[in-house]
């Protein structure tokens, strides 16, 4: 079992910053893959950004390419996602996840864990 807590969402400004937590415990942090998915109002959840357990390979979907970053510190079980450039379009419920492979990380119903999700609203 994993679980995992994001932190670090809240309120910012158009072109502002924010870098978003996700804390895990429970098994073998750098075994799993980790992901970061949003979902606003009345849309499905969207995959953002994941991460391979070593860290070295990352995915990005072509809305955040260039502005949004993913990473990881295994020594801490934690996953980051630095959000800078933040347009009112980012603003959604974001959560993170672990799956036990690599493939097909975008794909939401195949992540193992989830946390319960941190608001970001970017304001215009």
């Known amino acids: 079992q994993v679980q995992l807590v994001e932190s670090g969402g809240g309120l910012v400004q158009a072109g502002g910053s924010l870098r978003l937590s996700c804390a895990a415990s429970?098994?073998?942090?750098?075994?799993?893959?980790m992901g970061w998915f949003r979902q606003a109002p009345g849309s499905e959840r969207e995959f953002v950004a994941a991460?391979?357990?070593?860290?070295?390979?990352?995915y990005y979907a072509d809305s955040v390419k260039g502005r949004f970053t993913i990473s990881r510190d295994n020594a801490k079980n934690t996953v980051y996602l630095q959000m800078n450039s933040l347009k009112p379009e980012d603003t959604a419920v974001y959560y993170c996840?672990?799956?036990?492979?690599?493939?097909?990380?975008?794909?939401?119903?195949?992540?193992?864990?989830w946390g319960q999700g941190t608001q970001v609203t970017v304001s215009s």
């Open positions: 429970g098994r073998t942090f750098s075994s799993y893959a």
């Open positions: 991460v391979s357990g070593s860290g070295g390979s990352t």
């Open positions: 996840a672990a799956k036990s492979t690599i493939v097909r990380v975008t794909t939401p119903r195949l992540y193992d864990y």
